[in-house]
Structures are given as structure tokens and as C-alpha cells.
């Protein structure tokens, strides 16, 4: 993607997207300099089939693993916290 396309895509977002577009530019300039932050950048859609890719800033493969591991364990609580009882299923 060159300079013109990014602008063409930007300038095509919606408020909220371009609010949405600057926090996650902010938080991956922070994994960089003094006092840098960690952060995994997880990619789908132009990988063949329904593979992703992983882009890791700041940090290593274990760190990577631990993140990752950490936001699956995030994102089954959120998913399950209005779920019935599994009583309910019986």
C-alpha cells in the first residue's frame, strides 16, 4: 500500500473509524522508544484461506504466546458472561 492509498482509505472512514484508526496507531507508537510497550498484531483476511498473520512489536515469541494466551482467556470470559447455567442445558 502506498501513501496515496492510505489517505484514500482514511479519508473513507467514518469518524468513529478515524477515532478508532488514531488510538490504535498511538498505542503501537508506544512500543517503540523509551519506555516501550509490547503488542501483537493479529491479521486476517489476506492470507490465503482462513490463515492469520501474527505481527509482534517490541517483543518475543514467548511474550507473544503469553499476550495471546492472555486475550484468549479475555475474550472466553466476555463471550460466557451472560451465558445460563449449564445446569440449564440438561
Known sequence: ???????RRVAQMT???QALFKQAIYRLA???GEDAWSAVLVVRGHLIGDMS??????CNDMTTSEI???????????????APPKENFN
Open 68 to 82: 495471546l494466551h492472555g486475550t484468549t482467556e479475555y475474550m472466553d470470559f466476555l463471550n460466557t458472561l451472560d
Open 15 to 17: 469518524d468513529e473509524e
Open 53 to 58: 498473520e501474527v505481527i509482534q512489536f517490541n
Open 30 to 32: 508506544m512500543c517503540f
Open 1 to 7: 500500500m502506498d501513501e496515496k492509498e492510505l489517505e
